[in-house]
């Protein structure tokens, strides 16, 4: 695709890099068969080629309206397309490039400002948003049920966090919400890996990844949160006996966003060389477990019945990690019985905020998902993302848990 960047960004190191992504598309829209809105709206507009061509255009000096914004906005960045895309085409940085320059030049009504800033506040602090959570459970019968869905009528419980005793250490990132509506899912990771001869810790400065502020459009602000996790990670990546061995992601939202560190800060000279650093020794929990399933097996209890599981994969697992398949390989080698998921490439809807953002096309997606992942008349649903885990919830009866969870029960006594 040819292009003649405006005076205004084609020498600023954006305009630099949305040049070459836009060059390696070939406008052959293999990407709109796999994107989620497009399949929903039918809209040009809405699908991967279309927003490239409004992205394309606000670079060349189009005049950028509220209507591209929404265009913009609907995008799930699921990246479904780019797992597509023949040409290589990063669809994911480049949307985040036209969304910066849309979010500068159209301004939002003051409810969606607000909305905004809220989401901005809140979910990357995570003693308020612990407050506000619980305040929320407490107050969930006078809610509206839209609220209501979105609020947990209970959290469950962690169970005990082995104390570090093994020559292997990996840390593991907290993150910002997850603590509050899942703890047990880094401390069943523990245990597990604590059962494999690795110890997994948290640091305790260590806060969101970035990905929250980033993606509503304050890159500035998600920027420092990056900046600030690297800080507080740094002790123990470069302590002087030797370093972890491995930064553990157990929502993959958070570890798609970490393991992109090196670009993300790669025009920061004070921290580029360590966000590369960090980037490369962030490992999906799935990677780690994968890397282990031969010493897992023997740990395995015999006999226990086949649970029938349906595995809903994260976007941020498939397609932007390129990890699609790894958490059914361990379960099915863990003895589950996986049903059939139908279009498992397809978005749930959650996509970060999104589905706050977004209502009505996040419920639709809900609806179509979990429908796929009903088809095979499973015993539960597991995934390998909080997001997704909690916008789907309130639209299953089915037991829907981490899959990290459900491995665990499976280890003998």
Known sequence: ???????????????????????????????????????LLGDELDGPRGRIYLIKGMLEGAEVTARTQLHLDRCLTCRACETTCPSGVQYGRLVDIGRKLAEERVPRPLLARLQRAALRAVLPRRALFRFLLALGRWMRPLLPPALQAKVPAAVPAAGAWPAPRHARRMLVLAGCVQPALSPD?????????DRLGISLIEAPAAGCCGAVRFHLNAQADGLADMRALIDAWWPYVDAPKGGVEAIVMSASGCGATVKEYGHLLARDPAYAAKAETIGALTRDLSEVIAAELERLKPLLAQGAPATRLAVQTPCTLQHAQKLGGLVE??????????????????????????????????????????????????QAIVSANLGCMSHLHSGTALPLEHWIVALERRLAG
């Open 1 to 39: 695709m040819q292009t003649e960047l405006a005076d205004f960004i084609k020498d600023a190191p954006e305009g630099r890099e949305a040049d070459a992504i836009l060059r390696k598309c070939v406008h052959c829209g293999f990407c709109t068969a796999t994107c989620p809105t497009y399949q």
């Open 185 to 193: 899912i880094n401390a069943a990771s523990a245990r597990v890996l």
């Open 329 to 378: 390989r361990i379960l099915a080698a863990a003895g589950f019985e996986l049903t059939p998921v139908a279009d498992g490439h397809l978005c749930c809807g959650s996509a970060g905020t999104y589905s706050i953002l977004q209502p009505q096309l996040a419920e639709r997606l809900k609806k179509n998902k979990l429908a796929a992942l009903h088809a095979g008349s499973p």
